[in-house]
């Protein structure tokens, strides 16, 4: 079974850009989650998708934005990119009938804001 | 204060030593607990879990969970070099809910 795939692997911005990262989740699982872990700060938690609807959204400004597609992928946008976005940006999914607890993640997406 | 406390570490034990791994956290609504192994370079991957107090054991790996003391731990027995990564603690209200994570704590084994 394939993992949770994620693309693009690193991308350098410049301050002012948009980036846009995108998320493939597991065959069969409906909730994608997408997570911020910069260095000494842990992973904090930016959006919730599920069934194409944001459940949830983490204490992040709203050029932190994103959507989840009818094949349940989803892409996550940051505007107008600020030096301190650069970080880890880590996409999970979980399956509907199984509590949110088994989130399965992806590698990451490496955003380097210039 | 941050939701949850993690000490960073780094840690580093001989193998075959028996590793603890402590979070602390302020929200006494938290109810679910998770602990995840992260790799260098890689996603986080789900350890254990544990639902309100009590223990759990998995192999080598035993999460206990202090509500009390707003405490949770996971403890590594027989640790080998294999274990060497960066081990996060999780924690939501109800699994619909956002997780909180730990700043992650660095374990080296050396073998």
């Known amino acids: 079974e394939a993992g949770v795939t994620q693309s693009p692997t690193h991308l350098i911005k410049t301050r002012g850009q948009q980036a846009t990262l995108r998320c493939s989740p597991i065959?069969?699982?409906?909730?994608v989650y997408w997570y911020q872990q910069a260095l000494g700060l842990g992973l904090q938690f930016l959006l919730w998708y599920d069934e194409g609807e944001e459940r949830n959204r983490g204490n992040f400004p709203p050029r932190f934005s994103g959507r989840q597609f009818p094949n349940y992928s989803s892409e996550l946008n940051v505007n107008a990119l600020e030096l301190e976005d650069s970080a880890l940006y880590l996409c999970a999914s979980s399956p509907r009938e199984v509590p949110g607890y088994e989130q399965y993640f992806g590698p990451g997406t490496r955003l380097t804001v210039t | 204060q941050k939701e949850v406390e993690q000490d960073p570490g780094p840690l580093s034990v001989p193998e075959g030593a028996i590793v603890s791994l402590n979070c602390t956290y302020s929200?006494?609504?938290?109810?679910?607990f998770m602990w995840y192994r992260q790799y260098s370079r890689k996603g986080p991957e789900l350890l254990m879990y544990t639902y309100s107090s009590g223990n759990k054991e998995d192999g080598r790996f035993t999460a206990q969970v202090d509500k009390s003391s707003k405490y949770i731990s996971l403890f590594i027995r027989d640790s080998q070099p294999s274990d060497s990564a960066t081990y996060l603690c999780a924690m939501s209200v109800n699994t619909g809910n956002q997780f909180y994570f730990g700043t992650g704590t660095s374990l080296t084994v050396i073998p």
């Open positions: 065959s069969g699982h409906t909730s």
């Open positions: 929200n006494s609504a938290f109810q679910y």
